[in-house]
């Protein structure tokens, strides 16, 4: 069956890094993506990346600071995110789904999702 398992959240001072990373098994999809969630608010998509040509797509608030990537090898995908502010602060999803683009990011669109991992900012 479908696994997806996060790692690699904790805390971290602002304009520090931490990187994501998510472990898939069971099935390869097509896209996968990183929703985020901080308290209060509704879940939002921060980054995707479509394996078939390789397009990424970014919320504005952290483009230039995280990068998505696709190891294909070890069927990883990590989030590499820099430059962290507080507004960062959230519980950190990974999700995978067969739709063949990036945007919009939606996160009806992702029936796989892994159990959240939690970054804080501080």
């Known amino acids: 069956h479908v696994q997806l398992v996060e790692s690699g959240g904790g805390s971290a001072l602002a304009g520090g890094s931490v990187r994501l990373s998510c472990a898939a098994s069971g099935y390869t999809f097509n896209t996968y993506s990183w929703f985020r969630q901080a308290p209060g608010q509704e879940r939002e998509g921060v980054a995707a990346i479509d394996t078939g040509d390789g397009s990424t797509y970014y919320l504005n608030s952290v483009e230039g600071r995280f990068t998505i990537a696709k190891d294909f090898d070890k069927n990883t995908l990590s989030l590499q995110m820099n430059n962290l502010t507080t507004d960062d602060t959230g519980i950190y999803y990974c999700?995978?789904?067969?739709?063949?683009?990036?945007?919009?990011?939606?996160?009806?669109?992702?029936?796989?999702w892994g159990q959240g991992t939690q970054v804080t900012v501080s």
């Open positions: 999700a995978a789904a067969c739709i063949g683009r990036v945007k919009p990011l939606l996160s009806r669109d992702f029936g796989y």
